[in-house]
């Protein structure tokens, strides 16, 4: 299986290069979106507890870290995926904030206690489907006033309990930050 990398482009571990296995359905979130993404929620996340769900390359929970959060909780289901994301854990230092689970993220999530985290990055398979459901797990356990990201082949509609607070496209990738109301 050959690989990859991805580069995280904040924070820390800025210009750091990470493997990443090529795997069929594999696409790690674009320097260029997450670097929009984090310009929107702030290059300092000091403090945060952050959920990774459907963690993949761990682009985006990598990121997260590497820019202060004080928990980030990478879940992927596919095992090999997994291994990589604890190995590449250990490639940095400082990485004690990471936690890696091989789990089903919709399965780990409802065993979650509710308003545990501050963000939630969501980039479900594209063609699961699971986005609606993905988007009411994590809204049950974001903070009021905490943000949930998800990352689509289509434009996605704020679930009830939700408001878009930004948006943008990247070719046929969409993303969109939402915010828990309450």
């Not at 682009?59 to 090999?80: I, T, Y």
């Amino acid at each position: 299986m050959t690989h990859h990398e991805v580069r995280i482009i904040g924070g820390r571990w800025k210009r750091s290069k990470l493997p990443v296995l090529d795997k069929p359905g594999l696409r790690p979130t674009p320097d260029r979106v997450r670097e929009t993404v984090f310009n929107w929620l702030g290059q300092d996340l000091t403090g945060w507890r952050v959920l990774d769900a459907f963690a993949g390359s761990g682009a985006l929970g990598f990121e997260a870290a590497s820019r202060g959060a004080a928990e980030v909780q990478l879940v992927e289901r596919d095992a090999q995926l997994a291994k990589q994301l604890a190995q590449n854990k250990a490639r940095l230092q400082d990485s004690e904030a990471l936690r890696v689970d091989c789990a089903d993220a919709l399965a780990w999530i409802a065993r979650c206690a509710p308003d545990r985290f501050d963000l939630v990055l969501l980039d479900p398979p594209f063609g699961a489907d699971l986005f609606d459901a993905a988007l009411a797990a994590a809204l049950r356990v974001v903070v009021p006033q905490g943000f949930v990201y998800l990352e689509s082949d289509r434009e996605i509609a704020p679930p009830a309990g939700a408001e878009a607070w930004r948006a943008g496209r990247a070719g046929a990738v969409h993303y969109a930050v939402f915010r828990r109301l309450g």
